[in-house]
């Protein structure tokens, strides 16, 4: 059942289209990738959906409801959460403190019930402190809890930035880039993160992302965009294998061996048509990935053994 979908989305910047006449829809509990070069629109979209861009043309739908023209600080309250390619915490606080900010849309009564500390208070208080641990918990953070986010690394800090999207209670999450500037034994814990709040917390995942090898593992259906249009939409071995697909990958990689990086493959760069074409089956994004990269990919074994930075 589609619970989120955008119909004739376009959006342009003076004489720039960013966007141009964009449909697609996204099932309950689906993860949805969008892939596609720098600056085919995938970030835009994830702008429009949450307001920081309004569209040209277009409506957005989540749940039944018309988005479109919701004010912007209404969006967290209608159930969206999202992250940034650009990670945008406050480093002057903890850990803890940046999730506790995540809570804010819950309300804990008004100004005197707050000021007078009454019990409904103290309890909604403790409730959110409950949710955002078991969100430490989930994404194995119980190490940096008390620590402040400016000390952290990088990959620790994405970690945080997704957890305290999750702390809001989201029903539909946005993903801008989440494996961006991850090395690849934290995209593979991050594979069995999003795989975790698929399944056990049941919210739906909206995902824009260039390191195929994650998208292949996690994601459900794979939309491919290019200059602000649909490419092909499809099962992630059946984007790879469209024939429009494959020839923008040949035309971008020709552009590439132009420059004088060529050569210096990263593993998140879009892989050629083939290595993925059995989606998740075994020996398929899993051999792709290991091919690439020269490290084994762990199997559909539970999340929980596998939470350490450390292993």
Known sequence: MSVFAVSDLSLRFGGVQAIGALSFSVNQGEVFAIIGPNGAGKTSVLNVITRVFDPSHGRVVFEGQDITRLPRHRVVHSGIARTFQNIELFE?????DNLLLGRHRFGHGNFFAQWLWTPAVRDAEAAS???????????????HRNSPVAGLPYGVRKVV??????????????LDEPASGLNPEETRELAFWIGDIQKDLGITVIMVEHDMSLVCETADRVLCMNMGQLLALGKPGEVQANPEVIRLIWALESDVSRSPDFGREKPGDLVRSGECHQGRQPGGCAGAYRRRTGRQWRGQDHPAQHHSRGD
């Open 92 to 96: 002057g606080g903890t850990v803890l």
């Open 129 to 143: 402190r409950a949710r955002v641990e078991d969100v430490i918990e989930l994404l194995d953070l119980m190490p």
């Open 161 to 174: 930035e997704l957890a305290r999207a999750l702390v809001t209670e989201p029903r539909l999450l946005l």
